[in-house]
């Protein structure tokens, strides 16, 4: 497989782009795995690519009902930060924003990851109490976090509107510097490659429709739409459809599948630097690097496995984007979609063992995966090698909804996230 | 946008009028007569079907009548089979199914 360099760059364009090679071959199903992961996100991807590439373990198959990266990770906006609140939440996360720094070139593949910052906007005395609590906390947590005044949030983001006649008040705002964002389908296709060269099979539009147990209760495969495969462990690792797959293994999930939508704008030249976000007008835009605006907020108010979502949202959406930049109030919307997210009770992720002998779940990241993606996907592989939880992810267990352990970031954002 | 049949006010009205209340049916258990264990608290404040087609639901007209009320809403197509009153008996899905085609 080709090693991504200047040189091969120079010598495919001067044979016209014609002679790059497939970057993984569509695998046809062995009979049996060592592993197999329901589901080929950036998630389950990247768990195959740190499985064999960390733990030696290379026969593995990762298996989606759809074509890989179709899912969250090709519908989502982006954004990457590890702001959160808890302790247990800062480890994950900042072990992924970690990993994001030097993915490209683990990958050999451009993810474009781009540390263009995060500002949170604060609108109100609430708000500033609360945006400043986050940067204590995360700086005891050795998260980065600063505290901006209005002057210092324009000098940084120039479209903000900081006059003293907005709608809504900029009365200062939360910056990381780390946090950006960095391109979704290259992460699916960089950890699809990685995996592919080191032995794993991606089979795609093979949906799972059952996972298998024998007598003893521990898990011996998944009944596809291709017949039966066997693994000796399953990682569920599906999104919104999670709690239909574990159905089908006896275990019921704490999760509720919403949809949550995005929009984006026709792509327009760079006036827009970094990410902004408000909580209490409750949304988020950023630019792409083809120059779209890329937008989104909250979910729909109902469950849903339609992937598409209602209207009152997307105009609720462009409404606060609209009172926050007037500037963007006649730019035409090019595009909107949904995906269908899942979302635990206390708005933090499950990731580990279940009750059942061999079966994984890495599920319940509601409607912030993505910034995730190479924290949740190494933890993974390290939980399903060893069969133990990997220091980082032990708090988020499935059990924490009997014991009363929740990590209460729902309370913390008072947003879903 | 959804349409919704709000069963009080007998009107079909949009969206905006209604806010969602998550699954319909859940029994609190019965805490003052025996010892409820923590499996049993967590399936009743965190378990839910979230089921993938016909759904049970409450909804509330919260800017309507203010009542809340009970509907059955396929999840893949988001079409309401029902929207039924709370003291109505729970409607057999088999009857829903056979009534809808």
Known sequence: MTHFSALSLLKNALTGHKNWDAQWPDSQPKAEYDVIIVGAGGHGLGAAYYLAKEHGITNVAVIDKGWLGGG??????????????????????????????????????????????????????????????????????????????????????????????ARFPVMGAALQRRAGTARHDAVAWGYARGASQRGVDIIQNCPVTAIRRGPDGRVTGVETARGFIGAKKVAVSAAGHTSVVMDSAGVRMPLESYPLQALVSEPVKPVFPCVVM???????????????????????????????????????????????????????????????????????????????????????????????????????????????????????????????????????????? | MLLIRCPYCQ????????????????????AANKQ????????????????????????????????FFNAVRDTVSDRFLITYKVEDPRPELSDLLEKSE
């Open chain 1, 278 to 417: 408000s909580n209490t007008v409750h949304a988020y835009i950023s630019q792409s690097d083809k120059g779209e605006l890329v937008i989104g907020s909250g979910t729909d108010q109902y469950t849903s496995y339609s992937q598409r979502g209602g209207l009152p949202l997307i105009e609720h959406t462009v409404a606060a984007i609209c009172e926050i930049f007037p500037i963007f109030n006649r730019m035409r919307m090019l595009r909107k979609w949904g995906g269908i997210v899942d979302v635990t009770p206390d708005r933090s992720a499950i990731l580990g063992k279940t009750p059942v002998p061999g079966l994984y779940v890495n599920c319940g990241w509601g409607t912030g995966g993505f910034k995730a993606t190479p924290g949740a996907a190494h933890t993974l592989a390290w939980t399903v090698a060893k069969d133990e939880p990997h220091a980082i992810n032990a708090p988020f267990t499935l059990e924490r909804f009997a014991t009363g352990r929740l990590i209460d970031e729902a309370a913390a954002a008072a947003v879903a996230h």
């Open chain 1, 72 to 165: 969250n990770t090709g519908r989502n906006t982006t954004i990457i930060r590890s702001n959160y609140l808890y302790d247990e939440s800062a480890r994950l996360y900042d072990h992924a924003l970690d990993l994001w720094d030097g993915l490209s070139q683990e990958l050999n593949y451009n993810v474009m990851y781009s540390n263009r910052g995060v500002l949170m906007l604060a609108h109100n005395v609430h708000d500033v109490q609360s945006f400043k609590r986050h940067i204590h906390a995360n700086r005891l947590n050795g998260v980065d976090n600063t505290w901006l005044t209005p002057q210092e949030a324009k000098e940084y983001c120039p479209p903000l509107d900081i006059s003293a006649s």
């Open chain 2, 36 to 67: 409820i264990s923590d499996e049993e608290w967590r399936d009743f404040l965190f378990i839910r079907t979230n089921v993938k087609g016909p759904h049970y639901e409450r909804w509330r007209h919260a800017h309507g009548c203010g009542r």
């Open chain 2, 11 to 30: 009107q079909t009205l949009p969206e905006l009028e209604f806010t969602y209340a998550g699954q319909a049916h859940v029994a609190r258990p019965d």
